[in-house]
């Protein structure tokens, strides 16, 4: 998936497990964002929340014209780990 941000706006973005089926998060996901040219303006604002097999994380800053990556790693309550990612672009 493919969103967008102004440079100045704080987002949500939400990653969605429900497709895995297999329990709820069990420990704290972890957001990661890469960006190909090694930018790292953009950044995650505290802790991702867990909401059922839903996680969201706010997203801050970045510099217009870039693509991100972003990259949530989750651990499931039978030990499996599991990652959903979206791509945000900043206008």
């Not at 867990?50 to 989750?74: E, F, H, M, Q, R």
């Amino acid at each position: 998936m493919l969103l967008a941000k102004d440079r100045e706006e704080q987002v949500n973005v939400t990653f969605d497990f429900t497709a895995f089926e297999i329990g709820p998060v069990l420990a704290d996901p972890v957001v990661d964002v890469a960006h190909d040219f090694g930018d790292d303006a953009l950044t995650v604002q505290g802790t991702p929340a867990v909401a059922g097999l839903k996680v969201t994380a706010s997203i801050g800053g970045g510099t217009p014209g870039c693509v991100y990556d972003l990259t949530c790693t989750a651990t499931f309550d039978n030990g499996e780990v599991r990652s959903e990612s979206a791509a945000l672009a900043v206008t």
